[in-house]
């Protein structure tokens, strides 16, 4: 399991793409009754192949997700987005620190669990908003 480090995984042939941060304790559980396919031996990956089976019909189906994400334990900030649906962005916000900002003009979304990282190289006045969410 991979603790508390942020993990990026990229789940089938690029499906979904995202960050998790945190620890699943029940991830072994849930792959054996969600039964999807496991390539690896991170709880992260949990959450990548949920996202891309709600996604699977060329829309994310949100509460599909969040009903399964609903049975996950433990400590978990994530952000998830599927190329199949790329105006969805899947946002977990749980017990880690998480800031998003988005840059109008380049229509992309960005986030950091810690916001000092890129003061310097991204200031809120180039990104166009910033929403903090507390630890």
Not at 66 to 79: D, I, L, P
Not at 105 to 117: E, G
Request: hydrophobic letters at 35%; a positive charge; charged letters at 25%.
């Amino acid at each position: 399991m991979n603790g508390s480090i942020a993990t990026t995984t990229r789940s089938g042939p690029g499906d979904v793409i995202g960050i998790h941060n945190g620890t699943i304790y029940n991830a072994d559980y849930l792959f054996r009754r969600f039964k999807p396919r496991r390539f690896a031996e991170m709880d992260s990956e949990l959450l990548f192949r949920l996202a891309a089976r709600a996604a699977r019909s060329g829309r994310m189906d949100v509460e599909w997700f969040k009903e399964r994400h609903r049975r996950c334990r433990g400590q978990m900030t994530a952000v998830l987005a599927s190329r199949l649906d790329p105006e969805t962005v899947l946002v977990l916000k749980g017990n880690k620190p998480l800031e998003l900002r988005t840059h109008r003009k380049h229509r992309a979304v960005l986030y950091a669990s810690d916001p000092a990282s890129w003061t310097r190289s991204w200031p809120k006045s180039a990104a166009g908003g910033s929403c903090l969410f507390p630890p």
